[in-house]
């Protein structure tokens, strides 16, 4: 089971780019890195997934090194609306039981 | 419908009661998982369904717990005897596929049901 480690908070001003980075140094070859954010009292909604180098979509980039023990979850120019927990999540090769762990909890200051 | 709903919303039972909560999937995702969340912490993965199968059920906190899935679609959350350490957020999630070695199947979670033991 891949576990993962994040910063347990960080907090960041508005129109600034926020980097969370995820430590995963047991992931298992197949493994996706799946990024979520949840907001309070609501489910967490998925962001951004990919297996190496870089993805970015509308949201958010993931960058992924060439080890694939790390990941980094950049958010361009964050606005308030951005605060939140954000997840990362390591998919395993034959399901089995996974855990969110705690997330960071980003802040957006104005 | 167009995502995840769950039901009851809130749901408030005294010690030693029996509870059940509903999950309805997105139509068409084969995989159905349900997590818990208590007040301030991450998610605790209790069990997943592969269709109407729940092929590991060691997640599920205690044999309190129990879950179904039928007609590969509804999913229920049965919790008996309930505690005052079962209150929590019970969230529902599914997937086109299962999380697996596919990449690009997100889950899609529900808006959970608030549990309080009283």
């Known amino acids: 089971l891949a576990k993962t480690t994040q910063p347990i908070s960080m907090d960041s001003y508005e129109g600034q780019e926020v980097n969370i980075t995820c430590s995963h140094n047991?992931?298992?070859?197949?493994?996706?890195i799946t990024w979520y954010q949840q907001f309070p009292s609501q489910g967490p909604r998925f962001i951004i997934q990919?297996?190496?180098t870089k993805v970015t979509n509308e949201v958010a980039s993931l960058f992924i090194p060439a080890d694939r023990k790390s990941s980094t979850l950049s958010l361009p120019r964050v606005s308030l609306s951005d605060t939140a927990v954000y997840y990362c999540?390591?998919?395993?090769?034959?399901?089995?039981?996974?855990?969110f762990g705690t997330g960071t909890k980003l802040q957006v200051i104005p | 419908g167009a995502g995840v709903s769950q039901s009851p919303s809130n749901k408030v039972t005294e010690k030693g009661k029996d509870v059940e909560l509903r999950c309805d999937p997105i139509s068409g995702h084969t995989a159905l998982y349900w997590y818990r969340q208590s007040l301030g912490q991450g998610l605790e993965f209790l069990i997943y369904?592969?269709?109407?199968?729940?092929?590991?059920k060691s997640g599920l906190p205690s044999d309190r717990f129990s879950a179904e899935r039928t007609g590969g679609s509804v999913s229920t959350l049965t919790i008996q005897r309930t505690q005052q350490e079962d209150s929590a957020v019970y969230l529902c999630a599914s997937s086109l596929y299962l999380l697996s070695t596919r990449g690009g199947n997100e889950q899609f979670f529900g808006p959970g049901t608030r549990l309080t033991v009283l």
């Open positions: 990919g297996y190496k």
């Open positions: 999540l390591v998919g395993v090769r034959g399901y089995q039981k996974v855990t």
């Open positions: 047991n992931i298992a070859t197949n493994d996706y």
């Open positions: 369904f592969q269709g109407n199968s729940a092929p590991d």
